[in-house]
Nanobody, 125 residues
Framework: QVQLVESGGGLVQTGGSLTLSCAAS????????MGWFRQTPEKEREFVAA????????YYSDSVKGRFAISRNNAKDTVYLQMNSLQPEDAAVYYC??????????????????WGQGTQATVSS
């Protein structure tokens, strides 16, 4: 069955960095656009970043542009989210999602078919 397993969350100080990973299995990773979303208890799940089947095709929310970088390793069926200059408002549970097709990048949750269980990122001030 399809599995998306996130890892790499943790506690970091303001200004620090974290790298999240999402290992995919059970479907064709190389023909699937991928996305990262995040959610806090106070907010709905929001889009963070997406990457197409071509690693050079990426898109970011305005709140993380210039600080976060999404990448993928098709040999390892893994997508990454490098998070730099972290701020307290970046603290959230981060979810990876699989679209299953290539093409345009989606920022809405409805554009993604499979989801991971999430990994917590905590930023201390």
């Amino acid at each position: 069955q399809v599995q998306l397993v996130e890892s790499g969350g943790g506690l970091v100080q303001t200004g620090g960095s974290l790298t999240l990973s999402c290992a995919a299995s059970g479907y064709s990773f190389t023909t699937s656009s991928m996305g990262w979303f995040r959610q806090t208890p106070e907010k709905e799940r929001e889009f963070v970043a997406a990457i197409g089947c071509s690693a050079g095709n990426t898109y970011y929310s305005d709140s993380v542009k210039g600080r976060f970088a999404i990448s993928r390793n098709n040999a390892k069926d893994t997508v990454y989210l490098q998070m730099n200059s972290l701020q307290p408002e970046d603290a959230a549970v981060y979810y990876c999602a699989a679209r299953i097709t290539c093409g345009i990048l989606f920022t809405s949750m409805q554009g993604y078919r499979y989801w991971g269980q999430g990994t917590q990122a905590t930023v201390s001030s």
